[in-house]
């Protein structure tokens, strides 16, 4: 079994696997996700880069409010008043831009759940601002709602998230050699799931079920710490 490694970090359950943790990278996002009754106008935009857990807090607000999640590139061919009758989640809203039939159905699914008192919730990678929507309406709107931001993570929380992949593929590694990798791995989620993965390999080709650190030297030099793994 893996050494269990203890961080000042707060473990949140996962809809599907895994855990959350919260640290001050992410905090006030999750902070916000909790609040979601008390959202300004009924609707707030979850932003962060790739892979930084966009998704899965969307998970967890789906949880919590009972909201269905439909991908923004969805939109042109869905049920928009259904959807409109609960809280929803759409995510990777600037996907649509220049898709008239998507903005549309984007703007009157907005109209709709707001004006029945539903929350809702949208995801991208950077704030309204910057999306660019063809809709004027739309792009006003979404640039009136609240916005929560995942920043990419620190310390604590790329340890905790590279420990728990390692986890999941049953390998330990010491707390000298984690310390380690995260000052010298790229610092996103993508990179400590990359890492693991290498690692992965790495200790399967020498039999060994502990992480070392000539094999995170040769695995970040090799640049294997964003590659994926043969199998899931």
Do not use: C
Not at 68 to 87: F, Q, W
Not at 198 to 208: F, P, S, Y
Not at 210 to 232: C, F, I, K, Q, S
């Amino acid at each position: 079994m893996p050494r269990q490694l203890s961080f000042d970090l707060t473990r949140r359950p996962a809809l599907e696997r895994g855990d959350f943790f919260v640290s001050p990278a992410n905090a006030a996002a999750v902070a916000a996700i909790e609040g979601w009754a008390g959202w300004p106008s009924g609707k707030l935009v979850l932003t962060g880069p790739a892979a930084s857990g966009k998704t899965h807090l969307v998970h967890v607000w789906a949880a919590l409010a009972g909201a269905r999640i439909v991908p923004a590139a969805t939109l042109a061919k869905a049920d928009i008043p259904g959807l409109a009758a609960g809280p929803v989640a759409v995510e990777d809203v600037p996907h649509i831009a220049g898709d008239a039939a998507a903005e549309q159905a984007l703007f009157h699914l907005h109209n709709l759940a707001l004006a029945q008192g539903q929350p809702l919730l949208l995801t991208a990678r950077m704030p309204p601002r910057d999306w660019p929507l063809g809709l004027p309406d739309l792009a006003s709107r979404m640039q009136a709602a609240a916005t929560a931001a995942l920043h990419p993570p620190d310390d604590a929380l790329l340890s905790a998230v590279l420990v728990k992949h390692l986890a999941e593929r049953e390998l330990g590694i010491p707390p000298g050699v984690l310390s380690y990798a995260v000052q010298r791995m790229d610092r996103s989620f993508a990179a400590a799931a990359g890492l693991a993965a290498a690692l992965n390999r790495a200790a399967i080709a020498r039999r060994t079920s502990g992480v070392t650190r000539p094999m995170v030297r040769a695995a970040l030099e090799a640049g294997l710490d964003n590659a994926p793994d043969a199998a899931p």
